[in-house]
């Protein structure tokens, strides 16, 4: 079959439309179109639901995506290794993405100390919240992502990574430094939140909703998109926020933050690796793994 049919048509499955299949491909969109209509000419059967606002996939066309993916996989490592790829030193770019809180402090050293080791090899680390990272690693934007939350997309596959603290961070002078709070006291302070999206949002949420509380019940009146900026108006006194121990682990040490303990919530998490389904692991992801994992243990 005609893999450049099949990578349009899969563009057009994971993006929901022509345009941004399109765009993400590099083309034009009537350049997508012909090679999705050729390829359905091929197998006599309509692949694609165009009569929505979204393009969706017939229950013939999901069955093709899913052997779709498998054949573009293996064209990969077959290209790869044709083209000596599989052995020698680690060279090119290794692109990685990651959520706010493992890609702030623990991905960033571990990426630095294998790119020493791999002097021929560039990387390129990009930070997103958890949701961003998930779809870009689905649209094969990324090799590999890191998050702390699996979010459920039939584009990817969770694994296990490492686990991670979240705790509740407030400034040395207040009132809760260094104690065991209730959800009742936590309802009568003032809580800093990152933006929906990050992976300790939806813990704290799913925690919440397990012993019978919800977010809003909290007084949320602060919601900040960035890490940094959610720490830094915590260390000022504006508020407190619950945040992955990994990323303000300086500011713990330093003194310049300190964390209370929250009675009644269970607040480990899995920090989880993100791969595309059906794409073969590059041997830089793999080699990376395979450095982190002992590193994280």
């Known amino acids: 079959m005609d893999t450049r049919q099949l990578a349009a048509f899969c563009a057009v499955v994971e993006r929901r439309s022509f345009s941004q299949a399109a765009e993400r491909l590099g083309?034009?969109?009537?350049?997508?179109?012909?090679?999705?209509?050729?390829?359905?000419?091929?197998?006599?059967?309509?692949?694609?639901?165009?009569?929505?606002?979204?393009?969706?996939?017939?229950?013939?066309?999901?069955?093709?995506?899913?052997?779709?993916?498998?054949?573009?996989?293996?064209?990969?490592?077959?290209?790869?290794?044709?083209?000596?790829?599989?052995?020698?030193?680690?060279?090119?770019?290794?692109?990685?993405?990651?959520?706010?809180?493992?890609?702030?402090?623990?991905?960033?050293?571990?990426?630095?100390?294998?790119?020493?080791?791999?002097?021929?090899?560039?990387?390129?680390?990009?930070?997103?919240?958890?949701?961003?990272?998930?779809?870009?690693?689905?649209?094969?934007?990324?090799?590999?992502?890191?998050?702390?939350?699996?979010?459920?997309?039939?584009?990817?596959?969770?694994?296990?990574?490492?686990?991670?603290?979240v705790i509740l961070a407030c400034s040395p002078g207040h009132r809760f430094a260094g104690k065991t709070v209730t959800l009742d006291e936590i309802r009568g302070e003032r809580l800093i939140v990152m933006q929906e999206g990050a992976g300790v949002r939806q813990m704290i949420e799913d925690e919440l909703r397990r012993v019978g509380s919800r977010l809003r019940d909290l007084d949320v009146r602060i919601e900040l998109g960035l890490q940094e900026s959610v720490t830094t108006a915590v260390r000022a006194g504006f508020g407190v926020t619950f945040i992955s121990r990994t990323s303000v682990e300086p500011d713990l040490v330093a003194g310049t933050l300190t964390e209370a303990r929250v009675k009644g919530l269970e607040l480990e998490r899995e920090i989880f690796l993100v791969r595309a389904s059906g794409r073969s692991e590059t041997r830089a992801a793999a080699a990376f793994v395979e450095f982190a994992r002992p590193r994280l243990a």
Not at 113 to 122: A, H, I
Request: with cysteine; hydrophobic share 40%.
């Open 27 to 165: 083309v034009t969109q009537p350049a997508v179109s012909l090679q999705v209509r050729a390829l359905e000419k091929r197998l006599g059967t309509q692949l694609l639901d165009r009569s929505g606002r979204r393009v969706e996939p017939t229950e013939a066309g999901l069955r093709l995506y899913r052997g779709a993916q498998r054949l573009l996989a293996f064209e990969e490592q077959l290209v790869a290794e044709v083209g000596g790829e599989a052995e020698g030193d680690l060279a090119g770019t290794f692109e990685i993405g990651a959520s706010t809180g493992p890609g702030g402090i623990v991905l960033a050293q571990l990426l630095c100390e294998f790119q020493g080791r791999n002097p021929e090899l560039s990387i390129s680390l990009s930070v997103f919240d958890t949701q961003t990272v998930v779809e870009r690693v689905a649209e094969r934007e990324l090799e590999l992502g890191v998050v702390g939350a699996a979010r459920r997309h039939r584009g990817v596959v969770f694994e296990p990574f490492f686990h991670d603290e």
